[in-house]
């Protein structure tokens, strides 16, 4: 009895190991491509890979670089989708840079950094660095906190 518990036991941690390393090995998923795109007052950003930079691309096509390590992404709401946090009338959206020690490890630091819209023109703040993974949308602070209006 106890042979064919540990049995199952066993079978049980191998399918979850297989599976784990399985979705460890996927290139990308299609939520790190959607949190790379956001729609700002009706104009698309999209984040790209400037030599292992991230910048940000313009309506006009233009690069914005934005002075983080690439991969980086837009934060996200609760849907899972990049978030675009309005202050006044202003819309604000943030870019995050996540680096963890190893894999194994709980250790993580944040870079990120605010993008406004205002009088037309796409306006980055100063980077903010802090020593925790930064995760889902933020606080309005985090928005507004790192310009001068």
């Not at 995050?96 to 630091?109: G, Y």
Request: a neutral charge; hydrophobic letters at 40%; aromatic letters at 6%.
């Amino acid at each position: 009895m106890i042979k064919a518990h540990c049995a199952v036991f066993i079978g049980c941690l191998l399918s979850s190991l297989t599976a784990c390393a399985g979705q460890q090995a996927s290139p990308a998923t299609p939520a790190a491509a959607v949190n790379q795109v956001v729609s700002m007052d009706g104009q698309q950003l999209t984040l790209v890979n400037d030599q292992q930079r991230c910048a940000l691309r313009k309506p006009d096509q233009t690069l914005l670089p934005l002075d983080l390590p690439w991969p980086c992404q837009f934060t996200v709401d609760r849907q899972g989708k990049s978030h675009v946090e309005t202050f006044g009338k202003v819309p604000i959206v943030i870019v995050i840079h996540l680096t963890t020690a190893a894999e194994d490890s709980p250790e993580c630091r944040s870079e990120y950094r605010a993008i406004r819209q205002i009088n037309g023109q796409f306006e980055p703040s100063i980077i903010a660095r802090t020593g925790s993974c930064m995760r889902g949308a933020g606080d309005q602070k985090n928005y507004t906190g790192l310009f001068t209006w």
